[in-house]
């Protein structure tokens, strides 16, 4: 058992504060939440979901991976099981991708929400998080526009997301432009609908993006652009990939849907984009070393 794993188990704060005194210098350098970008110059986004739990050490082994990546960190939700609460953020999240907090920008999972409101969530990330409440947010990468949404709200709150959605889209006219949430639109998990997503797809595809990034389903799986109603869409399309793979238990797999391209179960690991001018690379990098998934496309 590692020493971050036992320390959890152990809950001890002085202990933890010992541990994040030795922390390597440098060890969660990169772009921060509040920091600028330079246009023109390529930007990494790496992450995962679905990532920490005390009875679990894949998501050390993810942390460990994101000490040697620079960039921005994402996070997909369902970041502390099994709750969400304060002391699931302080003894499972925080030793692991806690150490990469200040170049963190996350979105909350449905179990986020298993506390009241997201509270512990929105107090851990601060600032970071987008207006505790809303949690949705949006900020430039290099050449590139970013918005993170929440795909828990209820359903007035959704509607009231959209509208902003739609309103950021149209006061960020670029040429390349990313979305990331908990819950996706299309998976090829058992047993999973989460079509109350779609009203978000469809403000994407209507203002041109390029890329979603979803979690909830714990394991890899690249979908082909297509349009809001899963019919490929090579022009105008948007790519979506499920990572979640974080660190939670993995899931199995169903019938592939349609347009779906490459699947990777009770697989961990991050996703790695790096964000050019008018193109994007991607690589899904595995617990272990190695490249299970790679490809380049350029911005519609």
Not at 80 to 94: I, N
Not at 176 to 190: E, I, K, N, V
Request: with cysteine.
């Amino acid at each position: 058992m590692s020493l971050t794993h036992l320390l959890r188990r152990t809950g001890s704060a002085a202990l933890l504060l010992s541990l994040g005194a030795c922390q390597t210098p440098g060890s969660a350098s990169g772009t921060t939440p509040g920091g600028e970008t330079r246009a023109g110059q390529p930007q990494v986004l790496v992450g995962a979901g679905d990532i920490a739990s005390c009875e679990s050490e894949q998501d050390e082994a993810t942390a460990a991976m994101l000490d040697g990546i620079e960039g921005t960190v994402f996070t997909l939700g369902d970041n502390a099981y099994p709750d969400g609460t304060e002391e699931d953020f302080q003894r499972c999240y925080a030793p692991s991708w806690g150490r990469h907090k200040q170049r963190t920008r996350p979105v909350p999972g449905n179990h986020e929400y298993h506390s009241a409101r997201a509270g512990p969530y929105f107090e851990y990330f601060g600032e970071a998080a987008g207006e505790p409440g809303k949690g949705y947010y949006s900020y430039e990468l290099g050449d590139w526009h970013v918005v993170a949404l929440n795909t828990e709200l209820p359903k007035r709150a959704r509607a009231e997301q959209e509208r902003w959605l739609r309103e950021d889209l149209a006061a960020h006219p670029v040429r390349c432009t990313l979305a990331y949430m908990h819950r996706p639109l299309f998976s090829s998990g058992l047993g999973r609908d989460n079509a109350w997503v779609k009203p978000l797809w469809e403000a994407l595809y209507e203002a041109g993006a390029d890329i979603v990034v979803a979690g909830h389903d714990h394991f890899y799986e690249r979908f082909a652009p297509q349009t809001p109603e899963g019919q490929a869409d090579p022009e105008r399309g948007l790519r979506q990939f499920v990572v979640g793979t974080g660190g939670m238990t993995a899931y199995a797999f169903g019938p592939a849907l349609p347009n779906s391209e490459v699947r990777q179960a009770r697989t961990f690991g991050l996703m790695k984009l790096t964000l050019e001018d008018g193109a994007y690379t991607w690589e899904f990098l595995p617990v272990g070393g190695g490249v299970l998934d790679q490809g380049r496309d350029t911005c519609h």
